[in-house]
């Protein structure tokens, strides 16, 4: 089994940081990519930051050079650095895992946390 963990949300008022830390457990072998999707009420779910195994990332307009996905070095934990946070980004954040191989060779194809909710006060 596989498992993500997101934490690190929290309320904020605009203009503000916050770091989002995504947790990945369970007998990994490798992840071919990790995203960052958020939804705010009412709305679909959309992705915010992706990084793939090859270190290439990709951004939302809406979030470009504010936020920044990054790995820590024993690449378990990723993380989302938020910052110039405006009322828009409110939302329900998840981290996605997708193309997971297993210890055991199996493949799965993608995994969701349970999300964490960022709220940004004006």
């Known amino acids: 089994q596989v498992q993500l963990v997101e934490s690190g949300g929290g309320l904020v008022q605009a203009g503000g940081s916050l770091r989002l830390s995504c947790a990945a457990s369970?007998?990994?072998?490798?992840?071919?990519?990790i995203g960052w999707y958020r939804q705010a009420p009412g709305k679909q779910r959309e992705l915010v930051a992706r990084?793939?195994?090859?270190?290439?990332?990709n951004y939302a307009d809406s979030v470009k050079g504010r936020f920044t996905i990054s790995r820590d070095n024993a690449k378990t934990t990723e993380y989302l650095q938020m910052n110039s946070l405006k009322p828009e980004d409110t939302a329900v954040y998840y981290c996605?895992?997708?193309?997971?191989?297993?210890?055991?060779?199996?493949?799965?194809?993608?995994?969701w946390g349970q999300g964490t909710q960022v709220t940004v006060s004006s």
């Open positions: 990084r793939n195994s090859s270190g290439n990332t």
């Open positions: 369970g007998s990994i072998r490798r992840i071919n990519a």
């Open positions: 996605n895992a997708e193309g997971i191989r297993t210890t055991a060779e199996k493949f799965i194809t993608g995994a």
